[in-house]
């Protein structure tokens, strides 16, 4: 049951999240939401959500890292970092599902 919680408190807090900035508010001040979530929880809401707005901002709109990084009020290296370990868990995770494919394919 604790599990369920929080995924809908992690939903309910990220929804929050964008709504304060699509208000114009800073990535700073979207994470002022997070005083009211558990203290466990809130790294990993704030890193899913840099994460997102990335995803969404340079990978799904086209936007460079440096204009990201000024949208969010945020340093460049900062969301580059982030940018990184976007693309080094996609690798991680895209590479687990293709190496058997590839070996299926080439044995």
Do not use: W
Not at 12 to 18: A, D, F, I, S
Not at 23 to 43: H, M, S, W, Y
């Amino acid at each position: 049951m604790k599990i369920k919680e929080d995924e809908v408190l992690y939903e309910q807090t990220v929804l929050k999240m964008r709504k304060e900035i699509a208000k114009g508010k800073t990535f700073a001040q979207a994470c002022e939401i997070l005083r009211d979530v558990r203290e466990n929880l809130r790294p990993l809401i704030q890193d899913d959500f840099l994460k997102i707005i990335i995803a969404e901002q340079h990978f799904g709109q086209g936007r460079g890292i440096d204009d990201v990084a000024l949208f969010l009020d945020l340093p460049y290296e900062t969301v580059e970092a982030s940018r990184a370990k976007i693309m080094s868990e996609f690798d991680e995770m895209f590479s687990g599902h293709i190496s058997p494919l590839i070996s299926k394919l080439t044995h």
